[in-house]
């Protein structure tokens, strides 16, 4: 049994969208806890998501300083999302 990160998590840019994925469903929580949930557990909730949110957006800034010091070549997450639609 082979012990590692699974194979298809192997590409930058596939690892970058899935950071991505994360951090708009992150704000979607935001922003549904900020709209429909009331009084303190409304507030604590969007800000709970918030920060989880801006802590995934410094993984993905930390992700990518990596990645550039490695020698991948890497043009952002619009440009991945381009390359699965092609």
């Given at each position: 049994m082979?012990?590692?990160?699974?194979t298809?998590?192997a590409?930058?840019?596939?690892?970058?969208?899935?950071?991505?994925a994360?951090?708009?469903f992150?704000?979607?929580?935001a922003?549904t806890s900020?709209?429909?949930?009331?009084?303190?557990i409304g507030?604590?909730?969007?800000?709970?998501?918030?920060n989880f949110?801006?802590?995934m957006?410094i993984?993905?800034?930390?992700h990518?300083l990596?990645?550039?010091a490695?020698?991948?070549?890497y043009?952002?997450?619009?440009?991945?999302?381009?390359n699965?639609v092609?």
């Amino acid at each position: 049994m082979a012990i590692g990160p699974p194979t298809a998590l192997a590409d930058f840019g596939t690892r970058s969208v899935l950071t991505h994925a994360i951090m708009a469903f992150g704000f979607l929580g935001a922003a549904t806890s900020a709209l429909l949930v009331e009084g303190q557990i409304g507030l604590v909730s969007f800000v709970a998501f918030v920060n989880f949110t801006a802590g995934m957006w410094i993984c993905q800034s930390i992700h990518s300083l990596g990645s550039t010091a490695a020698g991948v070549e890497y043009d952002g997450v619009l440009d991945e999302v381009l390359n699965y639609v092609r």
